[in-house]
């Protein structure tokens, strides 16, 4: 089974910053991954798929890069709107769609 | 607008059942594989099941396989998830989503992820 780790676990951070959130899997996933944004009390919603393609109506401050083993998700200028925790998922070993455990962005 | 609605969570004793269902609207219903997804109270996001677009292919996490049944019915652009023999830690919110697919042609696999998501409903397994 493919594991699916994140860095960091939580972070505090200020409107306006550069924010960057780390995935790594425990064995290549190619490209295989996506991002997704979740708010208290609500629904998960995508964010990034195939690593870097941006989700139709998502912000252009957030990207995603990465390939392998190691990606990355970053909020180039955090807005208010951002606070929030965030989870990727890899789909290389599908069924099995393994979720990242998470990072809270909270403010500072 | 594409929308997911689940219904039928609730308070269920342990070792009982419960049927939860997701009402989708907005797009071809039956030309989508659908998943259920469940995140326990103050945990991450744990993938429950899958079913493709004709049933042909359905799929459980080791944690849930012998006790939960996916399933749907285009006609009713529903799906569905039997849930039997529920413990303690069956506790979650389930939300189902849709599965998108692109195919890439460099290396013949599909990327796939999940949008839209429903609001989730909450399944409490206590005594």
């Known amino acids: 089974d493919i594991q699916m780790t994140q860095s960091p676990s939580s972070l505090s951070a200020s409107v306006g910053d550069r924010v960057t959130i780390t995935c790594r899997a425990s064995?290549?996933?190619?490209?295989?991954l996506n991002w997704y944004q979740q708010k208290p009390g609500k629904a998960p919603k995508l964010l990034i798929y195939a690593a870097s393609s941006l989700q139709s109506g998502v912000p252009s401050r957030f990207s995603g890069s990465g390939s392998g083993t190691d990606f990355t998700l970053t909020i180039s200028s955090l807005q208010p709107e951002d606070f929030a925790t965030y989870y990727c998922?890899?789909?290389?070993?599908?069924?099995?769609?393994?979720f990242g455990p998470g990072t809270k962005v909270d403010i500072k | 607008e594409v929308q997911l609605v689940e219904s039928g969570g609730g308070l269920v004793k342990p070792g009982g059942s419960l049927r939860l269902s997701c009402a989708a609207s907005?797009?071809?219903?039956?030309?989508?594989?659908m998943n259920w997804v469940r995140q326990a109270p103050g945990k991450g996001l744990e993938w429950v099941s899958s079913i493709s677009s004709s049933s042909s292919y359905i799929y459980y996490a080791d944690s849930v396989k012998g006790r939960f049944t996916i399933s749907r019915d285009n006609a009713k652009n529903s799906l569905y998830l039997q849930m039997n023999s529920l413990r303690a830690e069956d506790t979650a919110v389930y939300y189902c989503a849709r599965e998108r697919e692109v195919y890439d042609i460099l290396t013949g696999y599909s990327f796939r992820w999940f949008d839209p998501w429903g609001q989730g409903t909450l399944v409490t397994v206590s005594s």
């Open positions: 998922q890899q789909s290389y070993s599908t069924p099995e769609f393994t």
């Open positions: 064995q290549s996933i190619s490209s295989y």
């Open positions: 907005g797009f071809t219903f039956s030309s989508y594989s």
